[in-house]
């Protein structure tokens, strides 16, 4: 599966901004989406992720109540709606597809995945 992600960009503290995934090459209906950043000096970090199928998502702490994963399947894409930025969000944000299953353990950790779109800048100033 080929990920394209998209939507990055500077933003001040408080607002908001909303990243793409647009996956192709497979039926998505049997995979798990994933959104990952990575800051600069630090290790790729799960922030959210959802089955395709069944639509349950999954969020880290530092993110939940702020972002909001969703899927538009007409599209085959995956959504990042960020609100109430913060700085320590800037990061390059990545979209990443792995087989069905069910269970957040099993959506954190990178190795878990597949496939990885290329990555999208995400600055939040302060």
């Known amino acids: 599966v080929q990920l394209q992600a998209s939507g990055g960009g500077l933003v001040q503290a408080g607002g908001s901004l909303r990243l793409s995934c647009a996956a192709s090459g497979r039926t998505f209906s049997r995979y798990g989406m994933g959104w990952f950043r990575q800051a600069p000096g630090k290790e790729r970090e799960f922030v959210a992720g959802?089955?395709?199928?069944?639509?349950?998502?999954y969020y880290s702490d530092s993110v939940k109540g702020r972002f909001t994963i969703s899927r538009d399947n007409a599209k085959n894409t995956v959504y990042l709606q960020m609100n109430s930025l913060k700085p320590e969000d800037t990061a390059v944000y990545y979209c990443?597809?792995?087989?069905?299953?069910?269970?957040?353990?099993?959506?954190?950790?990178?190795?878990?995945?597949?496939?990885w779109g290329q990555g999208t800048q995400v600055t939040v100033s302060s």
């Open positions: 959802m089955t395709w199928s069944s639509g349950d998502t």
């Open positions: 990443a597809a792995r087989t069905y299953a069910s269970g957040r353990y099993l959506y954190t950790e990178p190795r878990n995945y597949d496939s």
